[in-house]
């Protein structure tokens, strides 16, 4: 099982894996690390990612980009309006009041949602990691920015589950970036010491975060956190304004009134402001055929780009600005700025971060892929699967959340949260009611750049009065959960029942009960702490004759809140199956007709006159082939476009069962010369062992005639065989199919070579000489002169009576064994 930290921007994607020796970020299917956010539909076929943004300009109606920023929106939601003025596909409001795109896919109309557009870009995500990582992928981080409401965050899950990811959490792009930077730090200073103050400035694309952080060893807290809705393609839209109108009037053109010739200038200018970072010189721009066959030329320098752009950086600065008030952080409190996304490296920004934060910009981080890095390291944390170091990061509450209802007395509210509160955290309030409750949760007006602030209403069941018909307590949990997801959690009533029966005195905890439709906040319960007072023994109040014992009763709570029901995700998860299932076999299918394409090519440039097949095919069947051939092309780019994969594969085998047998024919005689002369060789070698051998080569000494004489049959029997084969191919044409085959040639020759091999590698036999110390042994025994072979033979002739000669036997064996 592996982990991954997904980082999904507006524009590009980057997945890291977290690994043994450290973390990683996987490369795609066309080697590179950045996955554009692109789907584009083509035909009968999806395409993804890299692919999918290659073609956007041919394409533009169908290939679905810069969708990020719809999801968990209205379509008559202001910002989303502004967004689809620039975007070059469909669109539609849906019954439900959400997003639809319109798309052509299969040959008919479909409509989908962002999130099931995000959905189909997380699939490819998924693959691509499988494809690398060769194991199956099922837990993940993925980034949000911090500036995600309820809703958004909500539509993200959504697409991740139609996808088939397992989310263990939505962090925040600024919290990533910060544990990225903090969890290789060895020198933090302790927890009871002053904190690091690091600044995180993030202009990516479409959006700029600016973030304060606190590290102590082993930890990290965000301070505060601002952003704005002005990025990389903000700028790029300036330039192409500027262009747009110069060519106006310069070329009599406008491009504007053509969504592609508008997106081709958009990417020529993206070029040109990325080289204006690193160049302060005039730069050029040249578009050929940029609209109506008219050739456009134009130049830049970085300093009318900054005055074009003033505005922008005026946006930048006022949102460093806020955040240097609302983290309430000095100058010289802050340690260092980094800088992350690919719109940092604008020199101005840098430039503006000096001027505020009194500190230069720093790039120790990887700007590109810092936060995809950070997401791998949280789900590395989380998951049961790896182990890693513990490192606690403590989020925040981005906007203040409100809770309200109405009873009687009227309408009531109170603030939940303020800006800023600390993630996860869970807060206990207490109400009194006699009825059900309907509790409503909402950022407070004018916080969230958000038309709609519903966060969601939620119905609490089974209140009633106690016996005496008085308010009930009621406490309710309102939970900020690890994704920044607002909600409440949980209803508990404590019921109140009174009994007659006499009980031990104890301490009374209810006291005085609260009108109706009085909240406080009992207690709060930090840093993701699920724990209720549920658990806690029943309280007992007495006194002289009665006993009041309370029961806590949970609450059934019916909630309306954003994302879609559960119903609705089924649908969209089979529906994004069975695309999955079609995306192979369409991909099984063109790979059938591409391979029959390549066999038509292939074919008939080995038939023609200087092809390798020419020379052993009939002319006659050659013309048929060839006529064939283009048939068969012809057939590929008119009715043969869409076919099945099964009829692309009838007809590929057709095609190489007419051909191979030409191809067999010119691998036969191509390879009959080198097999002769291998034959020939064989023979050679077997008749020069005979003629060493008769002239008493001392290496075949030991082999005996009849052995010559079988080796030499044999060699003299394919001499035969070889001279009457190559007497029958003189004849034969290489039109027609050789009467030897040259499986049957070399089978001679390895018949030959088995036959001679067995006689001539017969090893010699070894010769059989007594050992070299024999004869001195038998010498000394000769003489007496051996003390032991003495006592050996007065040892055998003090025995039995023995003749003479066993007796000398075995004084020899004695001296042997010496």
């Given at each position: 099982m592996s982990v991954i930290g997904i980082d999904f921007g507006n524009e590009s994607c980057y997945v890291a894996v977290a690994k043994a020796g450290g973390i990683e970020t996987i490369a795609n299917d066309y080697s590179l690390r950045a996955t554009p956010a692109c789907v584009a539909f083509v035909g009968r076929n999806r395409v993804l990612g890299v692919a999918a943004k290659n073609q956007q300009v041919t394409n533009m109606n169908n290939t679905i980009g810069n969708f990020k920023g719809l999801l968990g929106r209205k379509f008559n939601d202001p910002y989303v309006q502004d967004e689809l003025r620039t975007l070059p596909y469909r669109t539609e409001a849906l019954s439900d009041g959400g997003i639809g795109i319109r798309v052509n896919y299969l040959d008919e109309e479909h409509v989908f949602t962002p999130e099931q557009i995000t959905a189909m870009l997380f699939t490819k995500l998924k693959d691509d990691a499988f494809k690398e990582l060769k194991t199956q992928i099922n837990d993940c981080v993925v980034t949000v920015p911090s500036y995600f409401t309820n809703a958004q965050r909500h539509a993200l899950l959504d697409a991740a589950n139609i996808s088939g990811l397992n989310v263990l959490r939505l962090m925040n792009e600024t919290t990533a970036t910060a544990l990225s930077y903090g969890f290789y730090k060895q020198d933090l200073p302790a927890s009871e010491e002053k904190p690091r103050n690091v600044i995180f400035v993030d202009c990516g694309h479409a959006s700029l975060q600016v973030s304060a952080c606190a590290f102590h060893k082993g930890s990290l807290k965000m301070l505060a956190s601002c952003s704005d809705a002005v990025g990389g393609r903000d700028f790029d839209l300036v330039l192409a304004t500027h262009f747009n109108k110069e060519f106006q009037t310069k070329y009599k053109i406008d491009a504007s009134s053509k969504k592609r010739a508008f997106l081709r200038l958009m990417a020529e200018v993206e070029k040109l402001k990325k080289n204006m970072s690193a160049n302060s010189t005039k730069l050029p721009l040249n578009i050929e055929c940029f609209m109506n066959e008219i050739?456009?030329?134009?130049?830049?320098?970085?300093?009318?780009?900054?005055?074009?752009?003033?505005?922008?950086?005026?946006?930048?600065?006022?949102?460093?600005?806020?955040?240097?008030?609302?983290?309430?952080?000095?100058?010289?409190?802050?340690?260092?700025?980094?800088?992350?996304?690919?719109?940092?490296?604008?020199?101005?920004?840098?430039?503006?971060?000096?001027?505020?934060?009194?500190?230069?910009?720093?790039?120790?981080?990887?700007?590109?892929?810092?936060?995809?890095?950070?997401?791998?390291?949280?789900?590395?944390?989380?998951?049961?699967?790896?182990?890693?170091?513990?490192?606690?990061?403590?989020?925040?509450?981005?906007?203040?959340?409100?809770?309200?209802?109405?009873?009687?007395?009227?309408?009531?509210?109170?603030?939940?949260?303020?800006?800023?509160?600390?993630?996860?955290?869970?807060?206990?309030?207490?109400?009194?009611?006699?009825?059900?409750?309907?509790?409503?949760?909402?950022?407070?007006?004018n916080s969230a750049p958000y038309p709609d602030v519903f966060i969601g209403s939620y119905h609490l069941k089974g209140i009633k009065p106690d016996t005496n018909g008085e308010p009930q307590e009621v406490k309710v949990k309102v939970r900020i959960n690890h994704n920044g997801i607002v909600t409440i959690l949980s209803a508990t009533m404590y019921e109140r029942k009174e009994s007659e029966e006499p009980a031990s005195p104890t301490p009374a905890t209810n006291g005085d009960q609260p009108k109706s439709g009085d909240a406080t906040q009992n207690s709060a319960s930090p840093q993701g702490d699920e724990s209720s007072k549920v658990g806690e023994p029943m309280d007992i109040q007495e006194d002289k004759k009665k006993k009041v014992t309370t029961k806590q009763v949970e609450l059934t709570i019916d909630s309306k809140t954003h994302g879609f029901v559960h119903a609705d995700l089924s649908k969209f998860f089979e529906e994004e199956m069975k695309m999955i299932a079609n995306d192979r076999q369409e991909k099984e299918r063109i790979d059938a007709r591409n391979a029959l394409e390549e066999q038509v090519y292939e074919v008939r440039e080995k038939v023609q006159e200087d092809g390798t097949l020419h020379a052993y095919i009939d002319p006659q069947d050659a013309a048929e082939i060839c006529r064939e051939l283009e048939e068969t092309e012809n057939w590929l780019y008119e009715e043969g476009e869409s076919c099945e994969k099964g009829v692309y594969k009838a007809r590929l085998e057709k095609m190489r069962a007419k051909i191979e047998p030409v191809r067999n024919r010119c691998e036969e005689y191509s390879g009959q010369e080198q097999a002769f002369i291998e034959l020939g060789h064989a023979v050679q070698q077997t008749l020069k062992a005979v003629e060493q051998f008769r002239a008493k080569d001392p290496r075949y000494e030991h082999l005996t005639e009849t052995e010559m004489i079988n080796i030499t049959e044999a060699a003299q029997k394919a001499q035969k065989w070889y001279e009457e084969a190559r007497s029958k191919l003189v004849i034969v044409r290489k039109t027609e199919d050789p009467p030897i085959k040259l499986a049957d040639i070399r089978h001679e020759t390895q018949t030959l070579t088995t036959c001679t091999n067995s006689v001539l590698n017969r090893p010699k036999p070894k010769p059989q000489t007594p050992p070299a110390d024999q004869n001195q042994q038998n010498s000394s025994a000769g003489t007496g002169n051996n003390s032991a072979g003495q006592d050996s033979q007065q040892k055998t002739t003090g025995g039995d009576n023995q003749d003479s000669n066993t007796q000398k036997q075995t004084t020899e064996d004695s001296m042997d064994v010496e």
């Open positions: 050739d456009v030329h134009s130049s830049m320098q970085r300093s009318e780009m900054e005055e074009l752009s003033s505005h922008l950086f005026g946006r930048i600065e006022s949102t460093m600005r806020k955040l240097l008030a609302d983290s309430k952080l000095t100058a010289e409190e802050i340690h260092s700025v980094e800088i992350v996304g690919g719109s940092s490296r604008i020199p101005a920004i840098k430039q503006l971060i000096e001027q505020i934060f009194g500190k230069s910009a720093s790039t120790t981080l990887n700007q590109d892929e810092a936060v995809s890095r950070g997401a791998a390291l949280q789900c590395a944390i989380m998951s049961p699967a790896m182990r890693v170091r513990d490192f606690t990061c403590t989020d925040v509450q981005a906007y203040p959340v409100l809770i309200s209802w109405t009873d009687a007395d009227g309408a009531h509210e109170m603030k939940v949260f303020d800006q800023y509160h600390a993630s996860p955290f869970t807060r206990l309030l207490t109400v009194h009611r006699k009825e059900p409750l309907t509790i409503n949760l909402h950022y407070e007006p």
